[in-house]
């Protein structure tokens, strides 16, 4: 005994819905595309850094210097400083303040790996109040 449910109509109606899976499909694929190409576009870029002109701030009236020379020796105001004994003439400088501002001064010709192992070197030691030193951009035009 079999029932026929339809009633004899043999005609399919039309579906009014829209089938989103393939769509989704797609979307996902590209969304896995670009996730994987952005980081590949962004990888050496070359960059010309401009002089700084911003509006030179305050200076207080004793700055603590730190220089660091073309040959790699350090100056601590107009006194050179070893290396290994840095730490120590930062402390008798400020009187053991570690929260005063360091003055970083640096040659035009020390490489910038120089520099960072300087300011490491006086992270080390405790001196995390920094302020690197440049020509202002009105100077650097006469």
């Known amino acids: 005994m079999s029932v026929r449910l339809d009633h004899g109509d043999e005609a399919l109606d039309e579906v009014h819905e829209i089938n989103v899976t393939p769509f989704i499909d797609v979307i996902l694929v590209l969304l896995i595309i670009f996730m994987i190409a952005a980081p590949l576009a962004t990888v050496d870029i070359s960059v010309n850094l401009p ?29 050179a400083v070893a290396r290994a004994g840095l730490a ?54 006469q």
């Open 88 to 141: 120590a003439a930062l402390d008798e400088a400020t009187g053991g303040d570690k929260q005063e501002r360091v003055f970083l001064r640096a040659d035009k010709t020390v490489p910038y790996g120089e520099l960072m192992t300087l300011m490491n070197e006086l992270r080390s030691a405790g001196y995390l109040h920094i302020a690197l030193v440049g020509l202002e951009a009105d100077k650097l035009q």
């Open 51 to 79: 002089a700084a002109n911003a509006e030179p701030s305050p200076r207080p009236d004793k700055p603590l210097f730190l220089t660091l020379k073309s040959d790699f020796s350090v100056t601590l105001g107009n006194d």
